[in-house]
């Protein structure tokens, strides 16, 4: 046991960090202090209730590695949108598990379960990680093995049984009804193309299937385009169950929220993908640009004798109807806007057509990084890494849908529970 001196002594330089840290916490801004929002004031440490607490060890950080969606061309705010299954992956997955990278290329996910934490570890960096998003009963993990080599497997939580392994590309995701993982592959003497394949997450693979593309009264190919799976690329080879080969250059978009069902945008024309028989067939198609409003519709701009028509329908068919030319000016496309039927908004309060039932400002995220300001400071003069991966402060991300927000101070991870607002009660009420 070390002398009492030494404990003393620990005890007392502890105190004056924390003590600097509240002091610095109410420095005005232009003396590196932080500028509080009269309308977060009334918000302080005492508003959340801690549910979990996850101490870090030396080196650990929820950050991916590698993390790339084909339709992801910047890097995703690591604090990510409403945490829904149509974004790109995000580190903090609703109220359940924050996945860890660390040294040595070891990984791990920290599941949430049963007011105990639940880990699941891996001997190779996480690109991406996501959970079920209909029973939270299936994790997703997508592992950087290097070199260009990647691998998606589905577990089983809260047993941890791994349920397929499969090499893949850098990025996997669920459909939206949590049925099926959607993952794929870049061809690699063609980088404009990308073969995707489509898994169940219940019973056994489908049989290795690739896109015929002789739909009757459907444009064909483009010429040479590859329709036999013997023909594929080695690796394209040995991508399991049914696939089909598309068209993709920047700019280009897929949305998969049935587990039958794919909609893709690329270069000026839409397409629509069902399942059937075993095997990807095209079911309608047409030129424009397409969009998502999920949960419930598709969107389309399409070219008419006007200019431009915009279109609205749902995400089963190609069923479309003309949108009123009245009507507000839809926002550039992104994952994070949460739709309703008057309006849509993000987790950074930018709103689309909502005077109609306006939802009040966000308010705790501020409220959240001042609270918990003073123990990032402790932790940044304890851990001179903290500085490196957080330099502005404690990295707050809010899940509004589940209620909660993580907290990320530097040596630890927390998970708290929101204050009640009349915001996130209307939100919840708008996501049904």
Known sequence: ?????????????????????????????????????????????????TLADLRLEDGWAPRFIGAQDPDQWESWPPEGGFGTPWEPASPYMG???????????????????????RHYRFDAPLASARLDPARHNRL?????????????????????????????GPWSRFSWDGKAVLLGL??????????????????????????????????APPRGWITGAADLWDDGKDLPGPKLLTPWRPGSRLWMPRWDRLWISAEGTWTLWRLRDGAWTRQATGPGVLAAQPP?????????????????????????????????????????????????????????????????????RQSLH?????????????????????????????????G???VWVGDRVLLVRLAGTDRLRQLKGAAG
């Open 1 to 49: 046991m070390p002398p009492k001196r030494y404990l003393i002594a620990t005890l007392f330089i502890a105190g004056m960090l924390l003590l600097v840290a509240v002091v610095q916490a109410f420095k005005p801004p232009r003396e590196g202090g932080v500028a509080l929002d009269p309308a977060v004031l009334s918000l302080n440490l005492e508003s959340f209730e």
């Open 95 to 117: 109220d359940q598990a924050v996945a860890l990278n660390g040294p040595e290329g070891r990984s791990e996910v920290a599941l949430w379960r049963g007011l105990e934490w």
């Open 140 to 168: 997703l993990v997508t592992l950087h093995l290097g070199r260009g080599r990647f691998q998606t497997k589905l577990l089983e939580v809260p047993e941890g049984r791994v349920l397929w392994a499969a090499d893949s």
């Open 186 to 219: 870049a061809d690699p003497a063609q980088p404009l193309r990308l073969l995707l394949t489509a898994l169940p997450t219940e019973g056994e693979w489908p049989e290795g299937t690739l896109a015929p593309w002789d739909e009757v009264d459907i444009p």
């Open 296 to 364: 419930s519709q598709m969107s389309a701009l399409a070219p008419s004798l006007e200019g431009a028509q915009r279109l609205l329908g749902g995400i089963d068919a190609a069923e479309w109807n003309a949108v009123p030319v009245e009507l507000a000016p839809w926002p550039a496309y992104d994952a994070a806007w949460l739709w309703r039927k008057s309006g849509a908004v993000t987790p950074w309060d930018l709103r689309w057509n909502e005077s109609l039932e306006p939802l009040p400002k966000e308010t705790q």
């Open 370 to 402: 001042s609270a918990y300001r003073a123990e990032w400071s402790a932790a940044s003069h304890l851990r001179t890494s903290v500085r490196g991966w957080l330099p502005a402060g404690p990295q707050v991300a809010l899940r509004e849908l589940s």
């Open 404 to 406: 909660v927000a993580w």
